[in-house]
């Protein structure tokens, strides 16, 4: 038998989902059309300026039409006016509308809720103090103990170490 080569495409190539480079002829047409779009920009400037006689859009007269800057400009000044004016509408409405809630009710409440903390509480509310009273100071011992408790174990523990 004498040896021979198969020369032949592998059947693999004749598919064409693998010849064929999705990925690479999505990204030339993406660069393509950002190209194109970039030419339509320029060449929108170039027929502005045809139109609006370069000499005075560089040099001279400055009007809306040829000076983009400033219509910008005027374009903001328009925008902050009409927030302007949209703030004050918004702050008549806000001081002619009636209060939902009633304050007095709204205190009643208040002090219903604490009351009912109190109760619930298994030591004395110092998190949520009820309007005008001051919240109860801590005692100084870091573990909550009352002053005289605390300082008996301070005079305590100054003996044992003398």
Same mark, same amino acid.
Request: glycine fraction near 4%.
């Given at each position: 038998?004498?040896?021979?080569?198969?020369?032949?495409?592998?059947?693999?190539?004749?598919?064409?989902?693998?010849?064929?480079?999705?990925? +690479?002829?999505?990204?030339?047409?993406?660069? @393509?059309?950002?190209?194109?779009?970039?030419? @339509?920009?320029?060449?929108?400037?170039?027929?502005?300026?045809?139109?609006?006689?370069?000499? *005075?859009?560089?040099? %001279?007269?400055?009007?809306? /039409?040829?000076c983009? =800057?400033?219509? %910008?400009? +005027?374009?903001?000044?328009? +925008?902050?006016?009409?927030?302007? *004016?949209?703030?004050?509408? /918004?702050?008549?409405?806000? /001081?002619q509308? +009636?209060? @939902? @809630?009633?304050?007095? *009710?709204?205190?009643?409440?208040?002090?219903?809720?604490? %009351?009912?903390?109190?109760?619930?509480?298994?030591?004395?509310?110092?998190?949520?103090?009820?309007?005008?009273?001051?919240? =109860?100071?801590?005692?100084?011992?870091? /573990? %909550?103990?009352?002053?005289?408790? =605390?300082?008996?174990?301070?005079?305590a523990?100054?003996?044992?170490?003398?």
């Amino acid at each position: 038998m004498k040896a021979s080569i198969d020369m032949t495409p592998p059947k693999s190539s004749q598919l064409k989902h693998i010849n064929l480079n999705r990925k +690479k002829k999505e990204m030339e047409f993406q660069r @393509y059309s950002e190209i194109e779009r970039e030419n @339509y920009r320029l060449l929108d400037k170039m027929s502005k300026i045809m139109v609006r006689n370069a000499a *005075e859009s560089v040099f %001279g007269v400055h009007s809306n /039409l040829n000076c983009p =800057a400033l219509d %910008g400009e +005027k374009a903001r000044e328009r +925008k902050t006016r009409m927030v302007l *004016e949209q703030n004050q509408v /918004l702050l008549r409405r806000i /001081l002619q509308t +009636k209060p @939902y @809630y009633s304050s007095d *009710e709204w205190s009643k409440h208040s002090l219903k809720t604490h %009351g009912i903390m109190q109760h619930m509480c298994r030591y004395p509310n110092h998190v949520f103090p009820i309007n005008g009273q001051q919240p =109860a100071k801590r005692p100084d011992s870091s /573990l %909550g103990l009352s002053d005289s408790v =605390a300082s008996e174990r301070s005079s305590a523990s100054r003996k044992k170490r003398l």
